[in-house]
């Protein structure tokens, strides 16, 4: 395994393992007990605007906040996924129109746009929420998996296999998806990326989790006003979330690569605008 591919690995199992493992270590959320105060002996980052340690908090924060990016993408790349292929493959103009034009419509409004109307109506519903970040990413997963289906649905090989006599089952389910198993998996990254970016930004206007809660978009914007006499209650926060998206789209880019491209860069062979 290459360094690159370490670094990034790293990049993204540290946050990953804090969600993960973080609340086995803390038991339950922690409470405002005290006076915030800077870093000390049993507090290494300190305590936020509450009094609560911020490691702690750290610890029982990435949860939920993961867990409803990891979901929002599953749910909205499976709905523009289906759009996507079902649009590139059909057979009538009109069909395409139908199934692409209201993606445009939804690719004009700002994600944000859509997540404050949801927050509005909802009173800050998580799932409420996490609908609507999921419906901001599928017109441009349908979009992207559109442009991707066309050449593959319409190519040659797929004349052939119609030919041949095979299912509409086979032909889109096992081909077209092995084919674009590697650009799918690039722009997974992307939009996971895109959901924690988007998640973070409504928790950090107060339109996602309560304000409270020891989330980890959260915390940053409630410790914000603190930042320049306390940056360790944002510090740690913002530095996980960042972390996991430098590690995500690191990592997808190496692992997707093309093989000898890799192979030239390992060995030092790959000279500037080759």
């Given at each position: 395994?290459?360094?690159?591919?370490?670094?990034?690995?790293?990049?993204?199992?540290?946050?990953?393992?804090?969600?993960?493992?973080?609340?086995?270590?803390?038991g339950?959320?922690?409470?405002?007990?005290?006076?915030?105060?800077?870093?000390s002996?049993?507090?290494?980052?300190?305590?936020?605007?509450?009094?609560?340690?911020?490691?702690?908090?750290?610890?029982?924060?990435g949860?939920?906040?993961?867990?409803v990016?990891?979901?929002?993408?599953?749910?909205?790349?499976?709905?523009?996924?289906?759009?996507?292929?079902?649009?590139?493959?059909?057979?009538?103009a009109?069909?395409d129109?139908?199934?692409?034009?209201?993606?445009?419509?939804?690719?004009?409004?700002?994600?944000?746009?859509?997540?404050?109307?949801?927050?509005l109506?909802?009173?800050?519903?998580?799932?409420?929420?996490?609908v609507?970040?999921?419906?901001?990413l599928?017109?441009?997963?349908?979009?992207?998996?559109?442009?991707?289906?066309?050449?593959?649905?319409?190519?040659?090989?797929?004349?052939?296999?119609?030919?041949?006599?095979?299912?509409?089952?086979?032909?889109?389910?096992?081909?077209?998806?092995?084919?674009?198993?590697?650009?799918?998996?690039?722009?997974?990254?992307?939009?996971?990326?895109?959901?924690?970016?988007?998640?973070?930004?409504?928790n950090?206007?107060?339109?996602?989790?309560?304000?409270?809660?020891?989330?980890?978009?959260?915390?940053?914007?409630?410790?914000?006003?603190?930042?320049?006499i306390?940056?360790w209650s944002?510090?740690l926060?913002?530095?996980?979330?960042?972390?996991l998206?430098i590690?995500v789209?690191?990592?997808?880019d190496?692992?997707?690569?093309?093989?000898?491209?890799?192979a030239?860069r390992?060995s030092?062979?790959?000279?500037?605008?080759?």
């Amino acid at each position: 395994m290459s360094v690159r591919r370490w670094f990034a690995l790293s990049l993204v199992v540290v946050p990953l393992l804090i969600a993960v493992v973080g609340p086995a270590f803390t038991g339950s959320v922690p409470s405002a007990r005290q006076a915030p105060f800077g870093p000390s002996s049993w507090s290494p980052f300190g305590t936020d605007r509450l009094g609560r340690d911020v490691l702690a908090t750290a610890l029982v924060g990435g949860r939920t906040f993961l867990l409803v990016a990891a979901l929002t993408v599953i749910g909205s790349y499976t709905v523009g996924f289906v759009i996507g292929v079902a649009a590139a493959a059909a057979s009538r103009a009109w069909l395409d129109e139908l199934l692409m034009r209201p993606m445009d419509v939804l690719l004009c409004l700002p994600s944000l746009l859509i997540i404050m109307v949801a927050a509005l109506r909802t009173r800050g519903s998580v799932v409420a929420i996490a609908v609507a970040i999921g419906i901001a990413l599928v017109a441009p997963i349908a979009r992207f998996v559109r442009m991707a289906a066309r050449p593959v649905v319409h190519g040659p090989v797929m004349d052939a296999l119609r030919m041949q006599g095979e299912s509409r089952r086979y032909r889109y389910v096992n081909y077209t998806v092995r084919e674009m198993i590697r650009p799918i998996a690039a722009d997974v990254g992307v939009r996971f990326t895109a959901a924690v970016y988007i998640l973070a930004s409504a928790n950090f206007l107060g339109l996602g989790f309560d304000t409270t809660s020891t989330d980890w978009a959260v915390s940053v914007a409630a410790n914000k006003d603190a930042l320049t006499i306390a940056p360790w209650s944002v510090a740690l926060p913002a530095g996980l979330i960042v972390l996991l998206m430098i590690g995500v789209n690191l990592l997808c880019d190496d692992l997707l690569a093309d093989p000898r491209t890799v192979a030239m860069r390992e060995s030092g062979r790959v000279s500037r605008g080759e």
